[in-house]
Antibody, heavy 119, light 107 residues
Framework: QVQLQESGPGLVKPSETLSLTCSVS??????????WGWIRQPPGKGLEWIGS???????YYSPSLKSRVTVSVDRSRNQFSLSLTSVTAADTAIYYC???????????WGQGTLVTVTS | DIQMTQSPSTLSASVGDRVTITCRAS??????LAWYQQKPGKDPNLLIY???NLESGVPSRFSGSESGTEFTLTISSLQPDDLATYYC?????????FGQGTKVEIE
């Protein structure tokens, strides 16, 4: 059973970098059948895809965030990370990590972690 | 980017009612569309994939269909447990995009 768990600071100051980690159990980053990535949801609002990576190292980002986002993977720890630079209050959201199965969709999600941007 | 226009934004219905939610894509996405249910305070849960395929463990009262670039999620008989917000998502091409969501309320 695949499980994902987000971790990281719940508070970030404006202009600083938001950094989150997703720990994965029961899944492999070497599978050709899956993408792994991040989705966020501002309080009371809808879902926004941030970015994902594939087993071969290819990364894909939302055009609106591309200049500030990096998704990276640590295969030795079975973790992947999100880095979002120069944050503002508009980046306050619940951040989810999730697995996308090819042809299926986002079939496994973490429970989400709330990140608040505040001075 | 492919835009996903979802309607209505909110709907209120009674237990036992048939409920329909629509999502329209701004261009062809073949059948690469998923529907998710998000209950209050929870992470989203995959209901339907590839437009009309029921995810394992999802009740059979949920179904999906498509007609060109218009996609529909139907709940055949609304249950109290279906109180949630529903989202469509296209995964035909990057960037993946979601609809705005439909909040389903029980009368």
């Amino acid at each position: 059973q695949v499980q994902l768990q987000e971790s990281g600071p719940g508070l970030v100051k404006p202009s600083e970098t938001l950094s989150l980690t997703c720990s994965v159990s029961g899944g492999s980053f070497s599978s050709t059948s899956h993408y792994w990535g991040w989705i966020r949801q501002p309080p009371g609002k809808g879902l926004e895809w941030i970015g994902s990576f594939y087993y071969n190292g290819n990364t894909y980002y939302s055009p609106s965030l591309k200049s500030r986002v990096t998704v990276s993977v640590d295969r030795s720890r079975n973790q992947f990370s999100l880095s979002l630079t120069s944050v503002t209050a508009a980046d306050t959201a619940i951040y989810y990590c999730a697995r996308h199965s090819y042809g299926v969709g986002l079939d496994h999600w973490g429970q989400g972690t709330l990140v608040t941007v505040t001075s | 980017d492919i835009q996903m226009t979802q309607s209505p934004s909110t709907l209120s219905a009674s237990v036992g009612d048939r409920v329909t939610i629509t999502c329209r894509a701004s261009q062809t996405i073949s059948s690469w569309l998923a529907w998710y249910q998000q209950k209050p305070g929870k992470d989203p849960n995959l209901l339907i994939y590839k437009a009309s395929n029921l995810e394992s463990g999802v009740p059979s009262r949920f179904s999906g269909s498509e007609s060109g670039t218009e996609f529909t999620l139907t709940i055949s008989s609304l249950q109290p447990d279906d109180l949630a917000t529903y989202y469509c998502q296209q995964y035909s091409s990057f960037p993946w995009t979601f609809g705005q969501g439909t909040k389903v309320e029980i009368e």
